[in-house]
């Protein structure tokens, strides 16, 4: 990849605030001028409402909503554009996998002890309105996903909903595995795709996933969206979580007849400039290619953790391979909370990363530790800015632990 050309592409690296390292990448990404100006463009030349209206300006919203629908299909290997829901994030999606009535009492949901809240508390959620048992599957210290204690967890269980890849370690569950024992079991699987998508190729045909979860805000897209993907009979399955005006046909006081999936979904107005700078964000990864930046985002991992393993004090998240953790490198240092490292190395260094427990707190509690400081790389971080990164926490820890 050119990566100062990338740069180019994205208006913070032209700004005052040029020389800054941005490296929470994990929890919110950058977005190209190329997503914004989509985006600006539905606000300037078709500022109207799509779906419902049939004006030559409402039209024109429809068609660039349908485009969108297109491109994300194809980006995730699905062959059917009416399969893809739009969202307000991920944490939507998933809410409406867990509160969609699939499942029934007494059934079984299996999750990991590395889910994100968003996958962890509407199950919580449910089971306080219907008789649902949540189980979950260990992580063993080695940091990588246990295969046999998975299969072990299985028996009885009717939905496995897990991350694919966890935003602590940036390790990636061996999901085609998963998801074939989980099929000879005769359960659904839902993975939450938030870090995945982001980062490397993803096809849910080739996974044969029943649903698929991930947020337009982490892959160079606008804040406030998200997508669900779904089998066809899931979709026809599924409750929608909201009900209202767009995602029915005709209602009567006694009688309501939903849309065929995916409008009876996406009821209300929608986010018609979001939606299309999702479409502009997925547009500018594939050009690029997620290969490529998967190999990229290793490299720079593997440039960190060489230069900060034997670092004294230094505590890095297993797995200890950094080509296992994606683009995350999580740490911690002897004697300091993860919230002074990161508050210290952007007054330092300019080096913005994040802190604390990161939306997983199960996993942290679990293992009696305080959080961890987390660096997230992306497409357009650069070798000179990781190891800017290095020098400033080795100089944080001479500092602070002399």
């Given at each position: ?95 409406m996998v867990a509160k969609g ?119 160079l897209g606008p804040s406030g ?153 992306y497409l357009y971080n650069t ?20």
């Amino acid at each position: 990849m050119d990566i100062e050309s990338i740069r180019c592409d994205f208006p913070l690296y032209s700004s005052e605030d040029r020389d800054v390292i941005y490296l929470d990448n994990a929890c919110q990404t950058l977005r190209p001028r190329q997503v914004m100006d989509a985006m600006n463009e539905y606000y300037e030349l078709y500022p109207a409402c799509g779906g419902r209206s049939v004006h030559r300006l409402a039209t024109q919203v429809s068609i660039r909503v349908d485009e969108a629908r297109e491109k994300v299909a194809r980006f995730i290997g699905c062959d059917d554009p009416r399969s893809i829901i739009f969202t307000r994030g991920c944490t939507e999606a998933l809410n409406m996998v867990a509160k969609g009535r699939l499942l029934k009492d007494g059934d079984h949901v299996l999750t990991t002890d590395m889910e994100h809240n968003s996958n962890h508390v509407p199950w919580f959620q449910v089971a306080k309105h219907q008789d649902i048992r949540h189980r979950i599957v260990e992580t063993p210290s080695s940091g990588i996903f246990d295969l046999d204690r998975f299969r072990n967890a299985l028996d009885g269980v009717a939905m496995v909903s897990m991350v694919h890849t966890n935003n602590i370690t940036g390790t990636t569950l061996p999901a085609e595995e998963i998801i074939r024992e989980a099929h000879e079991r005769g359960a659904l699987v839902c993975l939450d795709g938030a870090q995945s998508t982001p980062h490397q190729r993803i096809d849910v045909k080739s996974l044969d996933v029943d649903m698929f979860a991930f947020s337009s805000h982490k892959m160079l897209g606008p804040s406030g969206m998200g997508v669900l993907y779904a089998k066809p009979e899931i979709l026809e399955r599924m409750e929608p979580l909201i009900g209202g005006g767009g995602g029915v046909g005709l209602t009567t006081y006694d009688r309501v007849e939903f849309l065929p999936p995916p409008d009876r979904f996406e009821s209300g107005l929608m986010n018609y400039s979001g939606i299309i700078g999702t479409g502009a964000a997925v547009d500018y990864l594939s050009r690029i290619g997620m290969d490529e930046v998967q190999e990229h985002e290793r490299r720079l991992n593997g440039i960190a953790t060489d230069g900060l393993k034997d670092l004294p004090g230094i505590s890095i998240l297993p797995p200890a391979d950094p080509s296992l953790r994606s683009g995350i490198f999580s740490f911690n240092l002897q004697g300091m909370t993860s919230h002074d490292v990161a508050m210290i190395i952007d007054e330092m260094a300019k080096v913005m990363i994040r802190s604390g427990m990161h939306c997983v707190h199960p996993y942290f509690v679990s293992r009696k530790i305080d959080g961890c400081a987390r660096a997230s790389f992306y497409l357009y971080n650069t070798e000179e800015e990781t190891k800017r990164f290095v020098a400033a926490v080795e100089e944080l820890s001479s500092v602070f632990s002399s």
